[in-house]
């Protein structure tokens, strides 16, 4: 289960259920939650390998596709402030079971529908102990009094590529690369580079050139069903 939430007000601003915890999940659980709620300046986190190489000139290709959007990563540095994001998952981990139990949901996509309204109700209608108040209603005391630094996410051409596991691809003699068990062939001379990018939802992308900020995206093939 994949959790996010704001520091301030409590408010949750995403949880949602996958199979595995793999690179895709995350693509499709952070630009879902920053179109809905804001892109934050920064995700606190642990050493997971999906955000931290041991390398510090490096970024994973998460670390990447948040700094494209100028999201920033803080580590926890020790158990104690790692514990934080635990008790987010203890907040779940104590209701879910029994919950799904009860209403006998065995389908993770109809998990989801169920957490997407314990999410809204936890968020509008429970008041939190240490903040007197329910998240909401702080999440908008601090917009109304500018203590928010959320920004809109934007409206870039960019967005579906970043948010995907991406593969540079060499064309082959015969002029076509390997898209799962098939090979494509495209109007690109042998021997050029291009980015396979496989999206959340299981289609693919081609591009002529990897994601930059300061040029529009060339698409080669999709094969995104219409």
Not at 55 to 83: C, E, H, M, N, V
Request: glycine share 6%; charged share 25%; with cysteine.
């Amino acid at each position: 289960m994949l959790n996010m939430r704001d520091d301030c007000s409590r408010l949750f601003t995403g949880s949602k259920t996958y199979e595995r915890e793999l690179l895709l999940s995350d693509f499709d659980f952070l630009p879902a939650a920053f179109l809905a709620h804001g892109r934050p300046l920064q995700l606190y986190v642990d050493y997971h390998r999906l955000f931290f190489t041991q390398d510090p000139a490096a970024l994973t290709q998460l670390g990447w596709a948040l700094r494209f959007y100028d999201i920033s990563l803080r580590y926890a540095p020790t158990p104690q402030a790692k514990g934080k994001g635990e008790r987010e998952h203890q907040f779940w981990q104590g209701r879910l079971p029994p919950y799904f139990a009860s209403e006998q949901i065995t389908e993770i996509a109809v998990a989801n529908r169920h957490i997407d309204a314990l999410r809204a109700h936890h968020n509008t209608s429970e008041v939190h102990r240490e903040l007197g108040q329910t998240p909401h209603r702080a999440w908008a005391q601090a917009r109304k009094e500018n203590r928010s630094a959320l920004r809109p996410a934007p409206r870039c051409p960019w967005w579906d590529f970043v948010w995907s596991v991406r593969t540079t691809l060499k064309i082959g003699t015969d002029g076509r690369v390997p898209i799962g068990t098939q090979r494509l062939r495209l109007e690109k001379p042998p021997g050029t580079k291009v980015v396979l990018c496989l999206h959340p939802d299981g289609h693919h992308s081609v591009l002529a050139a990897p994601p930059d900020p300061q040029q529009k995206p060339l698409r080669l093939f999709t094969d995104r069903p219409k």
